[in-house]
């Protein structure tokens, strides 16, 4: 069970706008900023989106990331083949027993 | 280009030790930042280990910090990790990354390793 929740699959078209959403709390999203990866099958996790929707040098703008209150939500636009993969947020937890980083379960996206 | 190498062995017996080490090119672990691990359980999703400071200053998963130590040694430009008796339930793919603390980003990783925990 993560401590962050997202929908364990998605889907779409190419071409096609698709969205992920992962849910929260107060002592994470609701508090701390949300940073998205990129799991190509087989690989290591690729920073996708950080600080909520920052973009890191190289990924294209088709992604962008948004926050508000203890949701978050990865936007991917103009969907590609090469789009599919899994994917994950992941934010600080302020919780009792100190600070520390939770991810969500991850949504596998299928481009149809 | 900072690059990430994680070694150590592929299978571990249980209630004994994992320990991984990993190897940090195209940067200095002294510079400054966080270096730190994650693991996937094969099929499942991501869980964050712990992180260390060139300093030694750490931050644990609460829920695996009974077992944990990471360490850095900072003359071989590498960090390390131990998991103390294992189980089954520790067999995973162990990735180690650096760590941008404020924002609880990890924006280079390392390519992973499989340790399995079968006798």
């Known amino acids: 069970q993560s401590v962050l929740t997202q929908p364990p699959s998605a889907s779409g078209t190419p071409g096609q706008r698709v969205t992920i959403s992962c849910s929260g709390s107060?002592?994470?999203?609701?508090?701390?900023?949300v940073n998205w990866y990129q799991q190509l099958p087989g690989t290591a996790p690729k920073l996708l989106i950080y600080?909520?929707?920052q973009r890191p040098s190289g990924v294209p703008d088709r992604f962008s990331g948004s926050k508000s209150g203890t949701s978050a939500s990865l936007a991917i636009s103009g969907l590609q083949s090469e789009d599919e993969a899994d994917y994950y947020c992941?934010?600080?937890?302020?919780?009792?027993?100190?600070?520390?980083?939770?991810f969500g379960g991850g949504t596998k996206l299928t481009v149809l | 280009q900072v690059q990430l190498q994680e070694s150590g062995p592929g299978l571990v017996k249980p209630s004994e030790t994992l320990s991984l080490t990993c190897t940090v090119s195209?940067?200095?672990?002294?510079?400054?930042?966080?270096w730190g691990w994650i693991r996937q359980p094969p099929g499942k999703g991501l869980e964050w280990i712990g992180s260390?400071?060139?300093?030694?200053?750490?931050y644990y998963n609460p829920s695996l910090k009974s077992r944990v130590t990471i360490s850095v040694d900072t003359s071989k430009n590498q960090f390390s990790l131990k998991l103390s008796s294992v189980t089954a339930a520790d067999t995973a793919v162990y990735y180690c990354?650096?760590?941008?603390?404020?924002?609880?980003?990890?924006?280079?990783w390392g390519q992973g390793t499989l340790v399995t925990v079968s006798s």
């Open positions: 990354a650096r760590w941008v603390v404020v924002a609880a980003t990890f924006d280079y």
């Open positions: 195209g940067y200095s672990i002294s510079s400054g930042y966080y």
């Open positions: 260390i400071y060139h300093s030694g200053s750490t």
């Open positions: 107060s002592s994470n999203i609701g508090s701390n900023t």
């Open positions: 600080s909520n929707n």
């Open positions: 992941a934010a600080w937890d302020d919780s009792l027993n100190g600070p520390y980083v939770v």
